[in-house]
């Protein structure tokens, strides 16, 4: 019997496992209620619960109370293998990207930890830029970058919500970027970023530091960008 109810809960299992892998029932997707899958697959109530709840522990799907059981979006792998803009990570895993700009403005104060970063002199003014980027309209993460003016003079003529900063420094200010200097670590959100990415309580947010470098070795800008921690990943490919 142990034997007949395992082949039954792993054919319940495989079969919404492939669906959800193949895009059948896609990302958002509302399951069918417990009654009506027990019918489809003419399967007992425990059993099909084991199939949801080993699919619930892999991340296919989680369920909300008294709405039902959805699917759940895949997290993003942020690849740290090279480095890539939000915009061409996300348009290369089929997701489009788009951002929701909140505020440009330019001063002469920086925190003086990001000032060291950038290499900033007395009097030296900077653009500071926070931006909520979105993932298929949904928000991804939360950040603030800094940018010298010396680098990208009249930068906010070129910023909109549909701007890559990507391309408006390679395109419009023709730099030269090389590599980039980036540190990650998990934290609690602050309340405003928790508000502005809609996250609720007990999920942290990946914390990425980044400073970016051109030819030449001039730092170019200082990025903080807060990701929800329960929607990425991050990975690399390490030689021995």
């Known amino acids: 019997m142990t034997g007949k109810s395992t082949f039954l809960y792993r054919r319940v299992y495989d079969d919404l496992r492939e669906k959800i892998e193949k895009n059948v029932i896609r990302p958002g997707d509302r399951l069918k209620s417990e009654q009506e899958l027990r019918e489809e697959y003419g399967v007992s109530r425990d059993t099909l619960r084991k ?3 080993k699919l619930e522990q892999e991340d296919y799907i989680f369920r909300r109370p008294h709405l039902g059981t959805f699917v759940k979006r895949p997290k993003s792998n942020y ?28 001063t002469g104060k920086v925190p003086p930890e990001v000032a060291e970063c950038l290499e900033l002199s007395g009097g030296e003014r900077c653009y500071i830029i926070t931006r909520i980027r979105k993932g298929d309209g949904e928000p991804m993460a939360y950040e603030e970058t800094y940018i010298p003016q010396e680098l990208c003079p009249d930068l906010q003529k070129y910023l909109d919500d549909n701007a890559s900063l990507y391309d ?3 395109n419009v200010y023709m730099l030269k970027l090389n590599y980039g200097k980036l540190t990650l670590e998990a934290e609690t959100p ?11 309580k007990g999920i942290p947010v990946l914390k990425m530091i980044c400073i970016f470098y051109l030819d030449d070795g001039r730092p170019l800008y200082y990025v903080r960008s807060d990701y929800i921690g329960n929607k990425y990943l991050f990975s690399t490919q390490i030689p021995r």
Do not use: C, H, W
């Open 79 to 106: 690849s740290l293998f090279k480095m890539k803009s939000f915009s061409e990570q996300m348009r290369e895993k089929g997701i489009v990207p788009s951002s929701e700009l909140l505020s440009i403005t330019l």
């Open 168 to 170: 408006i420094y390679e």
């Open 51 to 53: 199939a949801l709840s």
């Open 190 to 200: 602050e309340p405003m970023v928790r508000d502005l990415l809609n996250m609720p």
